[in-house]
């Protein structure tokens, strides 16, 4: 069935890449090497869903799945920058909810303009221009843009409303909305025909608030069947819902009380979403109204019912949406009902605190976890800025494959390796696990120097309690020893084993 409303679709949306980094040498007459010029690469461009007033349908996306940003623009010569991808900007209607894959709610967008960004764009890589320093001063390398992220998201709209007009179908709530509204929602004498949530704005004394007519309530609604699940998260929002109960239906085995226990039995099996912090169906205002009472046999049988109805502790109201008797009093009950549940929600927000958690000091920023591959012992490195790093690095240039292992070897990667038992020719992993990069490890040749800290500082003079013992030291120094040993004999081993093609001088008389 063609439907023009779409209120649940997965959307598959990329940021842009960013643009890579450029190595270039300034060259001009008498000056043919001038110094790095290389220019930055550009941001990649983000995915952002944006509230828009007039967007009243995920239709859009449902057609179109697939979201891509621009990606950023390289570097070049001449300390050019290249250009930064423009962001996408999707809107969507008022009371979108996006989820990830595994149902977990990412943001709920309400109000206009409210943003939320599903997809970071990727850094641009940085230009041999920027990486220059007194100790690297003309590198001929340049740093690779990041990728953007990449997800899969879930969009579900539910309708912001205060009051909901639920019940069987052609029981008049599109006739009550249009009525008691200026909405004009389509009227018809057949069972379903209304396919879309209906919105209007009612205006009661000083009061106003919004009034939605939620279609396709039926047994089984909340499994699925006919159309109630597909519209039963537009009542989760709703503070008040209105039982609209047809008192002239000529069905046979359905009257007021039946009609209500069928509904109610709906709602309370209807699982709402936790996570949006609304109270369960079935512990919400309800207020039954008993419809069509312009029908003599109806409003008889309205006056036989209303005795049980509030016995029940229910709310009861007798209108009629083609005579507009009764509507007054409804309207102006849903105000009060719809003003106490306001200031209920309002006492119950709590100002946001703002909690800084500063980093710790002894925070490498980075973790290494052994792992079993089968028989193969392997070490992953797990961080946000080893991670980054591998990423930027042209594995193809020698110098850059250099300048990841100085940052690594800065960031204190080395000392863990030989603290988690990792030794020379140990496989490395670092990256995310379907898509790591390998390594042979091998150790850096410390000579001594290094090993005394700073200049201007003497790691004898710590005093902060966690110093090594001259034992430990001793054994950190012959596991220093045995390491480096063990590598020169791998290194040794590995050149004598190697192939020689020297001619011998004798075959080479004898050719000629």
């Known amino acids: ?61 449902h057609r179109s799945p697939q979201r891509v940003a621009p990606n950023g623009r390289p570097g070049a010569g001449d300390e050019r920058n290249g250009a930064d991808g423009e962001d996408l900007v999707l809107p969507v209607p008022e009371g979108t909810v996006v989820k990830d894959s595994r149902g977990e709610v990412l943001a709920d ?83 379903f025909t209304t396919l879309v949530p209906n919105l209007g704005v009612v205006t009661a004394g000083s009061q106003r608030y919004t009034i939605a007519d939620v279609p396709g309530l039926i047994p089984g609604a909340s499994q699925g069947k ?95 949406a083609v005579a507009h008797t009764g509507l007054k009093e409804l309207s102006f009950s849903l105000a009060a009902h719809v003003d106490r549940a306001r200031a209920e929600i309002e006492s119950s927000i709590t100002p946001q605190r703002i909690v800084v958690r500063p980093q710790a000091v002894d925070d ?26 591998v990423r930027q690095t042209d594995f193809a240039n020698d110098e850059a494959v250099g300048y990841l292992a100085d940052r690594l070897a800065r960031l204190g990667v080395e000392e863990e390796l030989f603290k988690a038992g990792a030794v020379p020719g140990s496989t490395v992993l670092i990256g995310p696990a379907d898509n790591a990069v390998v390594f042979d490890w091998e150790p850096t040749m410390a000579t001594g120097a290094e090993l005394l800290g700073p200049r201007g500082t003497d790691l004898r003079l710590d005093v902060d309690g966690g110093r090594a013992t001259r034992a430990q030291k001793r054994l950190e120094f012959h596991r ?8 020169r004999e791998e290194l040794d081993a590995e050149r004598k084993a190697g192939l020689w093609t020297d001619r011998d001088p004798a075959v080479v008389d004898s050719d000629e």
């Open 109 to 191: 967008l309400i109000g206009a303009g409210a943003r939320f960004v599903a997809a970071n764009g990727g850094r641009g890589g940085l230009g041999n221009k920027a990486l220059a320093s007194p100790r690297r001063k003309a590198p001929g390398f340049a740093l690779l843009g990041e990728p953007g992220d990449e997800s899969d998201i879930t969009l579900e709209l539910k309708t912001l409303a205060d009051v909901a007009l639920i019940g069987y179908p052609s029981a008049g709530k599109s006739s009550l909305v249009s009525v008691m509204s200026a909405a004009k929602p389509k009227i018809a004498d057949y069972p």
């Open 480 to 487: 220093r020893k045995d390491a480096q040993r063990e590598a």
């Open 226 to 320: 006919g159309l109630g699940l597909e519209f039963l998260r537009h009542v989760e929002r709703c503070s008040v819902l209105v039982h609209v109960v047809d008192c002239a239906t000529l069905e046979p085995g359905r009257d007021p009380l039946s009609d209500l226990d069928v509904i109610e039995q709906e709602l309370a099996e209807y699982v709402a979403d936790d996570s949006l912090g609304g109270k369960p169906l079935s512990e919400r205002t309800r207020i039954v109204v008993l419809n069509k009472a312009d029908v003599p046999d109806a409003r008889e049988l309205a006056e036989l019912v209303r005795p049980d109805l509030e016995a029940r502790g229910l709310e009861v109201h007798i209108v009629s």
């Open 1 to 61: 069935m063609a439907t023009n409303f779409v209120d649940r679709v997965v959307l598959h949306v990329r940021a842009g890449h960013g643009g890579h980094g450029v190595a270039s040498v300034h060259r001009e007459k008498f000056k043919p090497l001038g110094g790095p010029d290389g220019g930055n690469g550009g941001k990649g461009g983000s995915v952002i869903l944006e509230v828009d007033p007039q967007s009243t349908t995920l239709l859009e996306y």
């Open 364 to 389: 490498s920023g980075f973790t290494i976890r052994k792992e079993m591959h089968g028989t193969d012992e392997v070490f992953r490195i797990i961080g946000e800025r080893p991670t980054r790093w």
